[in-house]
């Protein structure tokens, strides 16, 4: 499996969730993870992404909230989540090597993208 999320779930607002991504392209490849969410339709937004170098980028929505690291020992990729809003609620998908402003197609034939995990913020 190149990629595949974990840790989807329901949460309340204001509570936690982290997110978590294995496979092949975390123990062979070198190039920058993200995490995508879906925003309309089929259409994915970055919300944060993680250089090789260990450089991290956030969408403005979840700076301060959201934090993404890598497990080198692991070979694992996580979002963790804090101060989740409604408005979190969304797919949302690991990839490799994709890197986009503005909005890309949910599973893109670029790059590579796992398959997906929910996360739902409700009371």
């Known amino acids: 499996v190149q990629l595949q999320e974990s840790g989807g779930g329901s949460v309340q607002p204001g509570g936690s969730l982290t997110l978590s991504c294995t496979g092949s392209?975390?123990?062979?490849?070198?190039?920058?993870m993200a995490w995508y969410r879906q925003v309309q339709g089929n259409e994915c937004a970055m919300v944060s992404s993680?250089?090789?170098?260990?450089?991290?980028h956030y969408v403005d929505s979840v700076k301060g909230r959201f934090t993404i690291s890598r497990d080198n020992v692991k070979n694992a990729l996580h979002l963790h989540m804090n101060n989740l809003k409604p408005e979190d609620t969304s797919v949302y998908y690991c990839?490799?090597?994709?890197?986009?402003?503005?909005?890309?197609?949910?599973?893109?034939?670029?790059?590579?993208w796992g398959q997906g995990t929910q996360v739902t913020v409700s009371t």
């Open positions: 990839t490799s090597g994709i890197v986009v402003t503005g909005t890309v197609t949910c599973r893109a034939a670029v790059g590579v």
């Open positions: 392209e975390l123990t062979n490849g070198k190039r920058t």
């Open positions: 993680l250089t090789q170098e260990g450089r991290s």
